[in-house]
């Protein structure tokens, strides 16, 4: 297979990591990179050999780049995938996917016939994941009740450089830890389920960072750092979410999704000596467990498994493990979290 000639916009730490993962991807070869910052992309140039450019949308109208990973923050992305897709480049667009539905509904109008991937696909390339989408297309779990997602994670000690300005600010990023990290737990578990799921109406409640930590983030920080949603969706299942970061309590995580014949207690992030139990329903002893999966997860094939997904949706013609249809169900979702927070009732999913 012919590598797919990339171009990485945006050279900060996301960028950094897709660039360092494209060189040992045989499927994807780097041909140029652009970033605001010159140094930055100067240095990611050398590593890859290849052309710098600093506004994206020069990179963009690289005759030589077929497909462009846009890694900057969300604030500007969508004006540059629809320049990409305007001049024939398939993309890969980093998460959140857009500030809002309706720029995701712009960047859909504009596709085409070119493949849009979005990078909140990651943690569903991870091999627990994969069998756990099999266990749950096989039927294994009966019909679907109920999703769950919560993950808190707790206040470190202060920084001694403040994190990034776009990341809890919503007029950059769209908002706060939902966009950033909520976007990963819903597309994990509407991707486990193979998107069957359909939400319909949304009750949720999101807070900002306690005061004790204000000190912790970058000046005039507002967007939300815990929030708890609840969304009902078609065929009587129930989706709950719960996100936080500067949490003043202990580390919490667990994904689980439950059936009228048997569940699953899931863990979205890589660790060794990962095991993925059955538990069925069972007439005589209540509940037996059954094994599914074990071995061990990185980092890396979170990374890895975004690249070789765009890759092979370009060279043999298929969709990529979230398009851009996913991605608005799951913005859509996020959206109406912030609209029912923000009204104090229950908001219907557009």
């Given at each position: 297979?012919?590598?797919?000639?990339?171009?990485?916009?945006?050279?900060?730490?996301?960028?950094?990591?897709?660039?360092?993962?494209?060189?040992?991807?045989?499927?994807?070869?780097?041909?140029?990179?652009?970033?605001?910052?010159?140094?930055?992309?100067?240095?990611?140039?050398?590593?890859?050999?290849?052309?710098?450019?600093?506004?994206?949308?020069?990179l963009v109208r690289d005759p030589e780049v077929e497909a462009v990973i846009l890694a900057f923050p969300a604030q500007h992305r969508t004006v540059l995938a629809l320049d990409a897709l305007?001049?024939?480049?398939?993309?890969?667009?980093?998460?959140?996917?857009?500030?809002?539905?309706?720029e995701v509904e712009r960047i859909i109008a504009a596709r085409g016939d070119r493949v849009a991937a979005c990078c909140s696909a990651r943690h569903r390339f991870q091999p627990s994941a994969?069998?756990?989408?099999?266990?749950?297309?096989?039927?294994?779990?009966?019909?679907?009740?109920?999703?769950?997602?919560?993950?808190?994670?707790?206040?470190?000690?202060?920084?001694?450089?403040?994190?990034?300005?776009?990341?809890?600010?919503?007029?950059?990023?769209?908002?706060?830890?939902?966009?950033?990290?909520?976007?990963?737990?819903?597309?994990?578990?509407?991707?486990?389920?193979?998107?069957?799921?359909?939400?319909?109406?949304?009750?949720?409640?999101?807070?900002?960072?306690?005061?004790?930590?204000?000190?912790?983030?970058?000046?005039?920080?507002?967007?939300?750092?815990?929030?708890?949603?609840?969304?009902?969706?078609?065929?009587?299942?129930?989706?709950?979410?719960?996100?936080?970061?500067?949490?003043?309590?202990?580390?919490?995580?667990?994904?689980?999704?439950?059936?009228?014949?048997?569940?699953?207690?899931?863990?979205?992030?890589?660790?060794?000596?990962k095991e993925l139990w059955l538990e069925i329903a069972d007439p005589e002893q209540g509940v037996v467990k059954e094994l599914i999966w074990s071995g061990d997860e990185n980092w890396a094939?979170?990374?890895?498994?975004?690249?070789?997904?765009?890759?092979?949706?370009?060279?043999?013609?298929?969709?990529?493990?979230?398009?851009?249809?996913?991605?608005?169900?799951?913005?859509?979702?996020?959206?109406?979290?912030?609209?029912?927070?923000?009204?104090?009732?229950?908001?219907?999913?557009?």
């Amino acid at each position: 297979m012919e590598p797919v000639r990339l171009g990485i916009v945006g050279c900060g730490v996301i960028g950094s990591v897709h660039l360092s993962t494209a060189l040992e991807v045989p499927q994807v070869r780097v041909v140029a990179v652009a970033d605001l910052i010159e140094e930055k992309g100067r240095a990611n140039g050398e590593q890859a050999g290849c052309r710098v450019y600093r506004e994206g949308a020069d990179l963009v109208r690289d005759p030589e780049v077929e497909a462009v990973i846009l890694a900057f923050p969300a604030q500007h992305r969508t004006v540059l995938a629809l320049d990409a897709l305007a001049q024939g480049k398939h993309v890969l667009i980093e998460k959140p996917i857009a500030m809002n539905a309706g720029e995701v509904e712009r960047i859909i109008a504009a596709r085409g016939d070119r493949v849009a991937a979005c990078c909140s696909a990651r943690h569903r390339f991870q091999p627990s994941a994969q069998a756990t989408t099999r266990v749950i297309a096989a039927g294994r779990l009966g019909r679907l009740r109920s999703l769950h997602g919560r993950f808190l994670s707790s206040a470190r000690p202060r920084p001694e450089k403040m994190p990034c300005e776009w990341r809890l600010k919503a007029a950059l990023n769209g908002g706060g830890i939902l966009m950033n990290w909520g976007c990963y737990d819903l597309d994990y578990l509407l991707g486990l389920t193979g998107w069957s799921v359909v939400p319909r109406l949304v009750l949720a409640r999101t807070w900002g960072v306690p005061e004790t930590y204000r000190p912790h983030l970058a000046p005039d920080s507002e967007a939300e750092t815990h929030l708890t949603a609840f969304v009902q969706c078609e065929d009587d299942i129930a989706l709950t979410l719960e996100r936080s970061e500067y949490t003043a309590g202990h580390f919490d995580g667990v994904w689980q999704i439950i059936g009228d014949r048997g569940s699953l207690l899931l863990n979205l992030l890589p660790a060794e000596g990962k095991e993925l139990w059955l538990e069925i329903a069972d007439p005589e002893q209540g509940v037996v467990k059954e094994l599914i999966w074990s071995g061990d997860e990185n980092w890396a094939t979170l990374s890895i498994g975004l690249l070789q997904d765009l890759a092979a949706a370009l060279r043999e013609g298929h969709d990529p493990a979230t398009t851009l249809e996913h991605a608005l169900v799951v913005q859509k979702i996020t959206d109406a979290v912030y609209a029912s927070a923000r009204e104090g009732k229950a908001v219907e999913v557009g």
